[in-house]
């Protein structure tokens, strides 16, 4: 149940322009696809790899299309991509059980953990959610 959680608020909720064509594409109709897809670290690598996936109804995987966009190189890196993903995954999903509260306190720490250029980017990504 928590995979579809997770599938929800990363896949369907931000891309609701994108997520019915999706669900009914071949490649969307697999929960290990969507959950590759929602193991993407930021928006805009997961709508890339889905505009890619649509954009050809035969498109033949979620894992040529990261590869097509650099987010997964080959064979001989997918390991530490994999543990990647699956460290973040584990964030995320840990993430969406906070309370509004828990999560105000965490990112408090959170930003007290950055570097300051962590810090510059996630003002510039702040920035620019603003102007949206």
Known sequence: MRHYRVIYRRI????????????THRLGEQ?????KIASIVGEDGRRQVIEIILADPDFASVDAAMVQ???????ATRTEAVEANAFYQRFFMNWDRLDLRRKRLATVELVKSMTPGMKAELRR????????
């Open 12 to 23: 369907a909720e931000p891309f609701l322009d994108l997520a019915e064509a999706l669900n």
């Open 125 to 132: 990504l702040l920035d620019e959610e603003a102007q949206r």
């Open 31 to 35: 929960l290990t696809n969507m959950a």
């Open 69 to 75: 966009l650099g987010i997964s190189t080959s064979k």
